[in-house]
């Protein structure tokens, strides 16, 4: 005979767990789905960019040494006539960084729309020319970080004149660079406490009519803010000079990346002199200011240098490239504080923290394409400088990380920094050290690096022989509709088409959805109406102060560029001298 069993109150789940269950794993796993659809959208749109988009190499270009060596040598003259403002004092010993310019005709109205046309019809090396009258310098707010990595490209080819012992040829280059490293000496000089302002500027006649635009006068509302200073120049005359600060991070670490190179590779006291005294006041500043940019107005700017502080999310890469710089160029200085941080405080082994979490790998599709220029040039500058093996493994990670980003991106600058900072440097003897070195990449991967570096500046020599900023097309669409425009002859180029992104994703769900609408590609300016599939050659990529800091995929077509604004040409020239410095394959003229 069965027992009939009834069910025991107690066997209900109590109100209290219910309770618990809905308050504390309901909200993990609305967390979980949010985060969950967030890193799937973001990882499939990394993973296109970054991974599966392709590049056929026989789009390539091969180089022609000679054509490269003359187009290098152009652009160089052009920086040194119409872009490095100089005597703005009017007495004789005042450099500037270079900078960008505008001339007083536009050439379109003379019937020139590109720059062959332009240098069909006037001699482009002849200041008095009436189509190459300057009417004004530019940029004051960003000139200084391209210009300065430009200045690397100067350094080393003073070090191949060396190499290849043409002394006339390196001592010319020796007074150009004196000149250089005095211009950025003074943007750290004016100032008593050695803050790097981003350009300085004396307020004389001269100097007002050479920068017509700008404001010479005390601005305190913005993040690029302007006080001046009473200035005595080693003549012992003084001068009312004008600051602009508000000075970042990216304009800090290539005028610092710049100067420790020319430390390294430009064999002459007196520069070297120049350099040490200029990182010195630097880094002092940094250092009694607890490694935060206070500026003149008394704050801690978002847009200046606090990030160096490490604090809270900062990476600690900055402060490491700042003081490596400084154990570089004055080591009885700066080595045991470097080396205090970078093992005792263990910031060598946290060095590219934010890269490794994939933090950069959206710039490559979304606003902000300069970041990864940003990483990539203080990885170098620690990989390249760096003489500690143990060390030089944590940088190398670091570089490594953020190279494969952009290793499909026909990016001359960043493969060039990127084999540079690969190679086995050594720094024993100066002779030994501008030698070619060897690299420690895998014969694959440097073989497509100088490939890809040639095409880029086989492709610049062709379309790019200025550096003036005229309308470029973006597709070959752009040869139809706009006749002036014209493609290199015989040379092929990608059948770009603009890329349907949102199949990556699910647009049903409504993270997706959000986010498609929120952080997308075409949030970006510069690609706002559609991304392109794969990267575009550097002949399709606009004239601008560092084009290489712009997205490959970019899709605007600016019809307002017309040869009325020149730039710097320093992005042309670092990648050409580092090839060179290098060895490249087909480089050496």
Request: a negative charge; proline letters at 5%.
């Amino acid at each position: 005979m069965g027992v009939s069993r009834t069910k025991s109150r107690n066997n209900r789940i109590p109100l209290k767990k219910i309770l618990i269950v809905i308050i504390f794993i309901l909200p993990m796993l609305v967390i979980s789905y949010l985060l969950g659809s967030a890193f799937a959208y973001l990882g499939a749109l990394n993973n296109y960019f970054v991974n599966e988009i392709e590049v056929d190499t026989n789009e390539f270009i091969a180089p022609n040494a000679d054509f490269m060596a003359s187009a290098a040598e152009n652009w160089s003259r052009i920086n040194q006539l119409y872009c490095f403002p100089q005597n703005l004092t009017g007495d004789g010993w005042d450099y500037y960084p270079p900078t960008s310019a505008s001339y007083k005709i536009n050439p379109i109205t003379q019937g020139i729309h590109n720059e062959s046309e332009l240098i069909s019809s006037c001699d482009i090396f002849d200041p008095n020319d009436p189509l190459n009258e300057l009417n004004s310098y530019g940029d004051t707010g960003h000139a200084t970080a391209y210009s300065a990595l430009g200045l690397i490209g100067e350094a080393l080819k003073y070090a191949v004149y060396m190499r290849d012992d043409n002394l006339a040829k390196a001592q010319e280059q020796e007074q150009f660079l004196s000149k250089l490293v005095k211009a950025f000496s003074l943007l750290s000089d004016i100032d008593p406490e050695g803050r790097m302002a981003r350009y300085v500027l004396p307020d004389t006649p001269k100097a007002r009519n050479a920068f017509k635009w700008f404001t010479y006068a005390q601005d305190d509302t913005g993040t690029h803010l302007v006080y001046n200073y009473t200035y005595k120049a080693q003549n012992g005359k003084e001068y009312t000079y004008w600051m602009e600060t508000g000075t970042s991070v990216d304009l800090y670490i290539c005028v610092l990346f710049g100067l420790a190179m020319t430390y390294r590779f430009v064999n002459n006291a007196t520069i070297r002199s120049i350099i040490r005294n200029s990182v010195d006041r630097m880094l002092s500043f940094f250092e009694n200011s607890g490694w935060k940019f206070i500026d003149l107005d008394g704050k801690t700017h978002v847009m200046g240098s606090e990030a160096v502080n490490t604090k809270p999310l900062a990476d600690t890469s900055y402060c490491l490239a700042f003081l490596l710089v400084g154990k570089t160029v004055h080591p009885e200085r700066w080595e045991q504080i470097y080396e205090d941080y970078a093992i005792n405080k263990l910031y060598a082994k946290k060095v590219g923290k934010q890269s490794a979490l994939g933090v950069h790998s959206m710039f490559s599709w979304a606003e902000g394409y300069f970041n990864i220029d940003l990483m990539m040039t203080i990885a170098a500058c620690l990989t390249t400088l760096e003489t500690n093996p143990s060390l030089e493994r944590y940088y190398r990670r670091y570089l490594n990380t953020v190279y494969n980003i952009v290793r499909k991106h026909r990016n001359a600058w960043f493969d060039t920094v990127y084999a540079l900072g690969m190679s086995e440097l050594s720094y024993h003897e100066y002779e030994s050290y501008i030698k070619p070195p060897r690299t420690t990449l895998d014969s694959d991967v440097y073989n497509y690096i100088e490939a890809d570096t040639a095409d880029c500046m086989m492709r610049c020599a062709h379309k790019k022989k200025t550096g003036r900023r005229f309308m470029n097309p973006i597709c070959n669409d752009s040869y139809n509709e706009y006749t002036y425009l014209s493609p290199i002859p015989g040379v092929k180029y990608p059948d770009i088409q603009y890329f349907n992104w949102t199949d990556l994703i699910d647009l049903g769900n409504p993270v997706m959805k959000l986010l498609s609408e929120l952080y997308c590609p075409e949030s970006a300016w510069t690609h706002s109406d559609g991304i392109w599939d794969r990267p575009i050659p550097a002949d399709w990529r606009r004239t601008t102060m560092m084009m290489w800091e712009y997205s490959p995929f970019d899709t605007i077509l600016n019809t307002g560029y017309r040869g009325v604004q020149q730039m710097p040409n320093g992005d042309f020239i670092a990648p050409y001298w580092i090839a060179r410095y290098l060895n490249f394959t087909g480089f050496n003229a």
